[in-house]
């Protein structure tokens, strides 16, 4: 008799789950008549929680493009935080409320201008973001419905599965080299548990934004829909991802994320101070003044 | 002059062989008047060693699901032993004499009902099972002709090489999570080796089986043959694999394998540690209790 | 405003370029009226150096193979250095100036009836040609004009980008285990990086010499065009990748590549006694001085 057998027929697929949630109906229709539904909502982002499928959808809402500023990735951290220590909650959707961008990635506005205090304090706050996104309990579940350049990359990279958008006109990648900026080493990390060794390498060095359908083909995505199904679909791939026991796939996905996760953790402080001397280069913020200045005349 | 040239005819692809035999006939159709033809047997297991091929056919023949029992892996691990230390053995095919299936992984009457000592001395066996099929100086081909999950799957991705039988009933995958059960850290970092970071990642974490065809594509498998041929292709694959010098073939093994072994062997006694107490959970044992007793009714 | 929209327009993809260099034209059609050319050549190396490109092109030139001699290695090296410390060369295209071959590999005669001295002269030679080659700050792009074994590969997939011809009868490949000698481990962890662990694994075992079409395939080579297009595609890529900025580039560049240039620097002096014992071995001094007899009783 071999453990599958028995497995299945003792435990059961939720014997073990760590949560005290089951997996159901999912958030894609919620109306009147339906489960009860919370919903918190900040500046930056609302959160649907749809109780009886134990689904949460985030969606971010901070146009024009979803920048990830400081408030943006505290509000973040907040509410994925929330979400991990909520019991009814055993998956999240990632997606954005705004038309064609997923979102930009990171929010120069913090990066000028300001204290070295004020810019350790932003890059801790990438940090977290990443931090709680890739160590999540939860299943999460990027639907990319829009452009997904360098930050916004990095968040759906980190998730655990990726549908994107199948239009044309998106792309996706860590173009920070195009700029003339490096990707930190944990980008770097998170990309090759991705993609491989080789396909960074080469992305990287050319800041590639891939297409819809190039990115694919590489594995920065794992499926592509109508841009009309996105929610929908990762609502079907989160049912299907939530009929496996919460606490062996949280295990599972521990044992393969821990050696990523640690080591941006002993290099945390290091990574901070990095970005502080580089963004305090006088060099670089001569250069953020004068676009700051540029923009405000335009919108003057 | 380049080193290939000269070696190809200074060395020739024999000269530095680490073993006696050469390659030469196949096991495919040895009848009388051929090369002689050793066999050993034992409860589990049948080993048909053709000595003038110098390759063992291993064929596993614990009916109904070919169970990772201790018996059977202590037996496995002998077996193994006997023709690593055999000159006359250069390659093993390791396949089911039980149709329709290759082996349904470790055995679940093992855990249950039994002492810590047993559990401890069955997970012991699991680890020398695959430490000795994985550092095999021998070359190893799994000829998959049944279904494969689990314990079955982690003996196929320890081979060489693996042709699987393309019927679309067999699946082969690490299954365990969809039982609420999570693979050991060395199952998952075979499987790395095998089909990388991020495929490994998404199938550990929803206990994915694939389908002979998915099995392919995704690499677990690398070449499917319709069931007959098998065991031919096989020994034909065997031939290719034999023309090449032993000791420089060993030493690339090892130098590829090296360090997920020794990751093994320095976490060895822990991995023992957690599967015991794991198994001796009040919770898991009553479940397994039950469930013996179930078998135990349906039999009486 | 995110840092992509930023970046572009304050910094400018040439801001933080660490080369005085831009890109532009390229060496493809070099004539007169065109930009300084400078050339420099030695016994085995022809480097063209097109400023205005700030693109060098490094012809090998030692027929009738390309073997890698000691003088060969150390012109190698010497050339890539000048280059690299050429403020005026910002990529290099590596290419064969011997028809239908890109190089051959060692040369065996650098291993045979010399000193113990010798031989890790050379082998400290091998070493350095891969070290310069690997964490080059240039773009490297090899232009697979010909047959590419063993130490040839190597040189090819330690640059940044690989262009093949089309041609059926070059092949390509680390097939030193054929030969019954081994790759050393950093030909195996350039190779892991190119086309990961289960490809090289294979690769490695049996020495396998990929066509090209199948290089494409696994992804040991990026492109393949016909014979005669090699170097203008080689040249096409090269003002791709020049046109991003440096700095970024080569930081992007260095954190893929350090882990495994440090790991061989760990290495370096144990890995020159392994390569010095193994080739001091009577037995192999026997088989090499054999051959060399044979060698010039043909020439005689």
């Known amino acids: 008799m071999a453990v599958a057998r028995l497995a299945r027929l003792v435990l059961g697929p939720g014997a073990v789950r760590g949560r005290g949630a089951v ?11 339906r489960a009860p539904r919370r ?8 959160v649907e929680l749809e109780e009886g499928a134990g689904v949460a959808v985030m969606k971010m809402k901070s146009p ?12 973040f951290s907040i509410s994925l935080e929330k979400l991990e220590n909520d019991r009814g909650c055993r998956g ?66 980190s998730c655990d599965y990726r549908i994107m958008a199948e239009n044309p006109k998106y ?36 800041g590639l934004l891939y297409s819809a359908s190039d990115a694919l083909k590489i594995g920065i995505v794992d499926e592509l829909v109508p841009e009309e199904k996105v929610l929908n679909a990762a609502a079907a791939t989160m049912s299907q991802w939530l009929a496996i026991p919460d606490y062996a796939r949280q295990i599972s996905k521990s044992m393969m994320r821990k050696p990523t996760l640690d080591r941006m953790l002993t290099h945390r402080e290091s990574d ?27 919108k003057g």
Chains 1, 2, 3 share one sequence.
């Open 23 to 33: 997996a159901g109906s999912l958030p894609r229709c919620a109306g009147p008549g």
């Open 39 to 46: 919903l918190f909502s900040n500046r930056n982002i609302l």
């Open 64 to 75: 024009p493009v979803n920048s990830l500023s400081l408030d943006f990735l505290t509000e």
């Open 92 to 157: 999240v959707i990632l997606t954005s409320a705004v038309p064609k961008i997923f979102s930009a990635g990171l929010d120069i506005k913090e990066m000028c201008g300001k204290s070295a205090e004020h810019y350790a304090e932003f890059w801790r706050a990438v940090q977290e973001m990443w931090l709680k996104l890739y160590k999540s309990n939860m299943v999460t579940i990027a639907a990319i419905n829009g452009n997904c350049p360098a930050g916004g990359c990095l968040m759906a990279v």
């Open 171 to 206: 792309s996706i990648g860590l173009n920070e080299t195009q700029l003339g900026i490096v990707a930190p080493f944990w980008f770097k990390d998170t990309m090759v548990n991705t993609i491989g060794h080789r396909a960074t390498e080469r992305s990287l060095q050319l």
């Open 272 to 298: 901070i101070q990095n970005f502080v001397s580089f963004v305090t280069k006088d060099s670089i913020q001569k250069s953020l003044q004068t676009y700051m200045e540029r923009l405000k005349q335009r």
